[in-house]
C-alpha cells in the first residue's frame, strides 16, 4: 500500500512583492532573511506546512498530507495577504501540486547490490559510500524509487497518485519476478 506522507504544490500570485514589507507586516508567520535565502517562510503553526514565498509572486508549500491540505494552506495563505493588503483577488494566477512524496514497504529485507543487477544498471544507481538506498528510475513511469535494504521505499516525484501507486505495483512485481528466479 503506498501512503502520501507529503505534498509539494507551487504556485503564483500576478505581482511583484517587497517581502521586506511582507515580513514586517506579517511577523508573526513569516520569517525572512535575505542574507540566508531570497524566500519568505510562511508558517501557521508550530508543525504546519511551510510555505516559500518569492519576490516574483511564486510561492511553494511543502509538507502537507494531501491535495486537500495544500488547497486549505494555499487559501488561509491568500485570505492572510489579501486581508493585510498585499494582494488583491485578482492576483492569483494559478496554483497546481507537482509532486507526492510516498512511502510504502515490500515487507521484507532486500539486497540492494543484487538488486540493481536484477532491475539493471541502466535504470539504478546504488552506491552504499555516497546514499544507503537503491535509486531506480523506472523507465514506463514519472518518478523515482528509492529502495532502503529494510525493504522500505520512498516514491517520489509523481505528479499523481495513480502514478506512486503504479510504480510501486510494478517494482513489487520485478522483486517478485526476481526472487522466483533465484
Known sequence: MVQVVNVVASGALDVELDLQAVARELDDVVDYDPEKYPGAYFRFGDDAPLITLYRTGKYIITGA???AEAGRLRDEFLAVLYRHGIVSAADDAWFTVQNYVCMADMERPLNLSALAIGL????????????PGLVYRPQDQMCV??????????????QEIDTA????????????????SE
Open 65 to 67: 498530507s494531501s491535495e
Open 120 to 131: 539493471g544498471l541502466e535504470v539504478t544507481e546504488y552506491e552504499p559510500e555516497q546514499f
Open 145 to 158: 524509487l528509492l529502495v532502503f535494504a529494510s525493504g522500505k521505499v520512498v516514491i517520489t516525484g509523481a
Open 165 to 180: 501507486e503504479t510504480a510501486f505495483s510494478a517494482f513489487r512485481e520485478s522483486i517478485e519476478t526476481l526472487l522466483e
